[in-house]
């Protein structure tokens, strides 16, 4: 079959490699109709996470059709149509039985590579490093799905797959930074990115009944789509976002603020990300925290922080002090893409929401090294690819 | 202080003791002698003419001949101090040699100088090897712990360990396992860099839903002990179980390190074949990525293949 394979720092490309097999009995073998490139295969594109060896097939963003399944699966039959959500989770662990999925605690192979570094292992993530599993991604014509019993959601055929895809990743992650900073009716909240995830943030914000959302970016169609679901938006290149913040909410400061960047953010005061950058690429830190750092500074006192923006190691220079003192409360982590399906799904066919709107190139599988490049460097309007196999 | 074991003192351990105590007095001599005057201390070595460089050499050197005194003196670790002194002795000669070389040499004073630091590193390691001897007796072998929690009551968890045959599912590391029927057991185990180590163990304590521990018979490859233990965890998780294990392993401490590197740590290898044990108790198999076709393994973690489907 044809998949894309990371090859190295910068460099993906479209190989012939082997079709799946079922390995465990709960696999599944999924034919895969649409998958689309996330945020955070950005990270993997850039050379920043670590375990990535040449070969490794790449893509978390899936859905597709049943073509075979395990032994041990009986609640799904071949034929079915499934959207694949991106943490491997088995489902009977303590973890999942608490509804976090994306702490599994038996699916990482590899949890103690993971542990050396995170301390204790998270889930495994399709495509996503050996440390996180070391399971081969979905931008592919097909994919070995393990747990497909409890992990892929059965989707009718009367949605279209672009309505239905960002189920996999991207809308639930960014319902998940809604819902860990609790957003609520009368919230002012701020949103540093609006990528794909930051827009779906934005969305699930109002469909929580947020008053006011605020966007923070510096691209202007990113902007645009922002302020077309509602948002007010900022653009950092041109002003202080901690001063202005505070000036649109009456010195108070947004109430919640959530992190849509993640490890590889920039910062307008060039000197700053020189700094971050150059420590960056010593090794010395594996983050450049812009976005966290303003979060904690210009949040509310008593708010709350969320991140989903995707962080790999340590940090420097975290305003503890602001965060102490202020009554803030953090949190973080990889979206329990299982938790939030079934209810996003009815979102969707209640028509709150139609998640296709932030597609803007539909490419076919064999242009990912194109697409790639493109979505990494912003061009050509670019805010999110959908891949055809 | 550290407490003596009974039966007296033996004389080796006495001289142990003293020579390190007055290798620890000359750290402290020399060391002060090259910090107040380290040219006089490279002169009387044998190096011709000093230099900012020979001065700032030496007395970097002499600062380290401090730590390394108070160290020793200090009653703690002194066979890992007395050891930092071997390797101090070999930078010395390294140093003494390059020095002369390239300042010139006083042909007398240099050999005499070699000579006492030959002697200096003689009796060095001849101490660091009595106290390593002395330590590697005192402890025994190797101790590995792990504990993993298991999504399953306390009765199924003891039932699926105390079926040994139920065993090389899990243990990455332990081939198969046949009981005879009389309590005692007959495993092979994967040793350091592939070797095999065959052994017998017995169990010597079974309480129902709380405890087995086992120990190898005498003729075993590896002498061993282990325990497994099986906990009620906090607020309804299930099981905590945890398992110890102590072994000499096979070429001694030597062993230990050179396996340790190959990726081998005991810690690790035992987590591994506990996650196993977990994955078997909760889902019923072990689970594979196409990086880890085999399942958890820190050794194999080195040597992966690529995330994409096996052929």
Same mark, same amino acid.
């Given at each position: 079959m044809r998949a894309t394979c990371? +090859? =190295?720092?910068r460099s993906v490309e479209v190989r012939d490699v082997p079709d799946p097999t079922i390995l465990n009995r709960r696999d599944a073998i999924v034919k895969i109709t649409s998958t689309a490139i996330c945020g955070s295969d950005l990270h993997l594109y850039n050379g920043l996470i670590p375990t990535m060896r040449e070969g490794d097939v790449l893509g978390h963003e899936f859905m597709g059709e049943v073509v075979e399944v395990g032994p =041990?699966? !009986? $609640?799904l039959s071949v034929g079915d149509r499934v959207v694949v959500p991106f943490p491997i989770a088995c489902g009977m662990c303590g973890a999942c039985e608490r509804g976090m999925t994306a702490l599994? $605690?038996?699916?990482? /192979?590899?949890a103690g590579l993971a542990e050396k570094l995170l301390g204790h292992s998270p889930a495994a993530l399709f495509g996503y490093s050996h440390m996180l599993g070391g399971y081969p991604g979905g931008q592919a014509e097909y994919a070995r799905v393990p747990f497909a019993d409890f992990g892929a959601l059965k989707v009718e055929s009367d949605l279209p797959d672009e309505k239905v895809l960002f189920l996999s990743d991207i809308f639930p992650t960014g319902y998940m930074g809604a819902d860990m900073a609790e957003v609520g009716p009368g919230d002012v909240v701020a949103v540093w990115g609006a990528g794909p995830v930051g827009q779906f943030a934005i969305a699930s914000c109002f469909l929580r009944g947020a008053e006011r959302v605020i966007a923070i970016d510096r691209i202007d169609h990113r902007l645009r789509l922002a302020q077309e679901t509602g948002a007010e938006t900022l653009d950092y290149e041109h002003v202080s976002v901690p001063e202005a913040l505070a000036e649109m909410t009456g010195g108070r400061g947004p109430d919640k603020c959530i992190d849509?960047? =993640?490890? $590889?953010a920039h910062h307008a005061a060039g000197a700053l990300h020189a700094y971050d950058r150059t420590k960056q690429a010593l090794g010395? !830190? +594996? !983050?450049? /925290?812009h976005v966290l750092r303003e979060a904690v500074v210009s949040c509310a006192n008593g708010g709350i922080v969320s991140v989903i923006g995707v962080y790999a190691g340590f940090t420097d220079k975290f305003p503890m002090g602001s965060f102490m003192n202020r009554y803030l409360t953090m949190r973080a982590g990889q979206c329990h893409v299982h938790r939030y399906m079934p209810q996003l799904l009815q979102h969707i066919r209640n028509g709150d929401?139609? /998640?296709?709107?932030?597609?803007t190139h539909r490419l076919p599988l064999d242009d990912a090294p194109t697409a790639y490049r493109t979505f990494l460097e912003k061009a050509?309007?670019? !805010?999110k690819v959908v891949l055809t196999p | 202080m550290r407490a003596e074991l009974s039966g007296g003192r033996t004389a080796g351990r006495d001289t142990a003791d003293d020579l390190a105590r007055g290798l620890g007095v000359l750290s402290l001599a020399l060391g002060s002698a090259e910090l107040a005057a380290p040219s006089a201390v490279a002169r009387l070595a044998g190096v011709r003419t000093g230099g900012p460089t020979v001065q700032a050499v030496t007395s970097l050197y002499g600062a380290r001949e401090l730590v390394q005194g108070a160290g020793i003196l200090s009653g703690r670790g002194t066979a890992r101090w007395v050891w930092s002194r071997v390797v101090g002795d070999v930078l010395d000669v390294g140093t003494l040699a390059v020095g002369a070389a390239r300042r010139g040499a006083a042909p007398a004073r240099l050999g005499w100088s070699l000579a006492a630091l030959a002697g200096v590193t003689a009796a060095d390691v001849m101490t660091a090897r009595g106290l390593s001897r002395r330590s590697g007796a005192a402890a025994s072998g190797v101790r590995a712990v792990a504990a993993i929690t298991v999504n399953r009551p306390r009765a199924e968890v003891y039932r699926h360990w105390r079926? %040994? *045959?139920? %065993?090389p599912e899990f243990m990455a590391h332990l081939r198969p396992v046949s009981t005879d029927g009389s309590g005692s057991s007959h495993r092979e185990a994967a040793g350091p860099a592939g070797s095999t180590i065959r052994g017998d163990a017995e169990i010597v304590e079974d309480r129902e839903n709380e405890i087995i521990s086992w120990r190898s018979v005498k003729d075993a490859d590896v002498q061993n002990t282990g325990s497994v233990r099986f906990l009620q965890a906090a607020g309804g998780r299930g099981t905590e179980v945890v398992v110890e294990l102590r072994y000499r392993p096979p070429g001694g401490r030597v062993g230990a390190v050179v396996a340790k590197l190959l990726g081998e740590e005991p810690n690790q290898q035992l987590r591994d074949d506990l996650r196993h044990s977990k994955q078997v108790l909760e889902i019923g198999e072990v689970v594979r990525s *196409? #990086?880890?076709?085999? #399942?958890?393994?820190t050794r194999r973690q080195l040597a992966q293949r690529p995330a994409q489907p096996v052929a």
């Open positions: 990371w +090859t =190295g720092k =041990g699966i !009986e $609640e599994c $605690e038996n699916s990482n /192979p590899n849509a960047v =993640g490890m $590889e010395l !830190e +594996t !983050e450049r /925290p929401i139609d /998640p296709s709107f932030v597609i050509d309007d670019c !805010e | 079926d %040994l *045959e139920h %065993l *196409e #990086g880890s076709p085999a #399942g958890q393994s």
